[in-house]
């Protein structure tokens, strides 16, 4: 192996260590007693306990907060990748008014930093009677993944020949019907980008729950991190199995959907 491609097999190692180690410290930190984690010295080897989850699955409201992120967000990436494939669809094969302003709007608001819309969202919300509401809250979220799901999927689809629609056709399919048996299925790497990005955006989303949600019923696992660490104080061991099973969910989702995700998101950008 020449030295070149050992330094850059190296350097890769080494950013990849910054970044998983405070992952595996995370984690490992959850599984310690607490006397291991206080210590002056690093504790690499210990027996570890489930102490630590137990005492965060058994914070008040835990489960209440579980099932509303999970509903939303998976409501909002399921409603997300409804409209987008009708969406993408149009902007790739059907030619219209005002196509090339819909192209445009999209990117412009796939680029838009959602945190200065808090305010006018609380307004809207506030003027709506819709504060503490688990709806408005997957509209919102819903609206946040729409513009990057258009745009990846419009790549995907403008990448599959027109030629194999035309041959649905002459096979006596309709459109709608060449869409679901030929184009549909071969989306699949374009789906899961979009999928782990949005539930990733809406997962870890916390400026809008955080306004508009006050009530602890429609809250969701963001908010509540920030007040088990305040209940709980100096319980780090806690603090991190917290921490750990707020993780969770986006680790098995990525590991799941990695693979095609990674592909996905880079074809899905160029083509087209």
Do not use: H
């Not at 690093?42 to 989850?53: A, G, L, M, R, S």
């Not at 965060?56 to 209440?64: L, R």
């Not at 993780?247 to 990674?262: C, E, G, H, T, Y």
């Amino acid at each position: 192996m020449r030295p070149g491609t050992v330094a850059k097999n190296l350097g890769a190692l080494a950013i990849a260590a910054v970044f998983v180690f405070p992952v595996y410290w995370m984690f490992s930190s959850a599984l310690k007693p607490q006397a291991e984690i206080l210590t002056k010295d690093p504790v690499f080897f210990f027996v570890p306990t489930f102490e630590n989850f137990g005492t965060a699955t058994g914070a008040d409201n835990f489960w209440t907060f579980a099932q509303n992120s999970v509903m939303v967000t998976v409501c909002a990436v399921g409603l997300a990748l409804l409209v987008a494939l009708g969406a993408s669809f149009a902007i790739a094969r059907m030619t219209f008014k005002g196509r090339k302003g819909l192209v445009l709007g999209v990117m412009m608001a796939q680029m838009a930093p959602w945190e200065v819309m808090v305010i006018v969202m609380y307004m809207i919300a506030r003027d709506g009677d819709w504060l503490n509401s688990l709806p408005l809250l997957t509209l919102i979220y819903f609206v946040m993944v729409l513009p990057f799901t258009i745009w990846t999927l419009r790549g995907f689809i403008a990448a599959v020949p027109v030629s194999l629609e035309e041959a649905a056709a002459i096979d006596g399919c309709t459109r709608g019907q060449a869409f679901r048996k030929v184009i549909f299925p071969l989306l699949a790497p374009g789906l899961m980008s979009t999928s782990l990005f949005g539930f990733i955006t809406a997962w870890n989303e916390f400026a809008m729950v955080l306004i508009l949600n006050k009530d602890v019923e429609a809250q969701t696992l963001p908010l509540w991190l920030t007040t088990f660490q305040t209940a709980f104080g100096n319980d780090w061991g806690a603090t991190m199995a917290a921490s750990s099973l707020f993780a969770v969910p986006v680790l098995i989702v990525f590991l799941f959907l990695q693979r095609k995700a990674v592909g996905g998101m880079t074809a899905g950008a160029v083509k087209g």
